[in-house]
């Protein structure tokens, strides 16, 4: 069992930065793959982005490339989004998920579990 708490959202405007954090409870936290997602009011779930469980290997949805970094500290069970070069159109709910697959996934269903999320409002 893996309990996720997301923190760092807030409003920020157009061109600025955030960095969110999912804290994640387990003593198991490096054996999972971890991901981003998030939701746009009226809007399905998206990927935003994963890392492997040794942080290795990074992917990010085509929307975020180059904006947006994942990283993680395994020793504090602690995965990282931080968010460069802002948009409205990022403005959502952002989740953090841990994943049993080895490389994660794009898709909801490939995480087994989720935090509540965090706001992200980018003003224009």
């Known amino acids: 069992q893996v309990q996720l708490v997301e923190s760092g959202g807030g409003l920020v405007q157009a061109g600025g930065s955030l960095r969110l954090s999912c804290a994640a409870s387990g003593r198991t936290f490096s054996r999972y793959a971890m991901g981003w997602f998030r939701q746009a009011p009226g809007k399905e779930r998206d990927f935003v982005g994963a890392?492997?469980?040794?942080?290795?290997?990074?992917y990010y949805a085509d929307s975020v490339k180059g904006r947006f970094t994942i990283s993680r500290d395994n020793a504090k069970n602690t995965v990282y989004l931080q968010m460069n070069s802002l948009k409205p159109e990022d403005t959502a709910v952002y989740y953090c998920?841990?994943?049993?697959?080895?490389?994660?996934?794009?898709?909801?269903?490939?995480?087994?579990?989720w935090g509540q999320g965090t706001q992200v409002t980018v003003s224009s």
């Open positions: 890392i492997s469980w040794s942080g290795g290997s990074t």
């Open positions: 998920a841990a994943s049993r697959r080895v490389g994660g996934g794009r898709a909801v269903y490939e995480y087994d579990y």
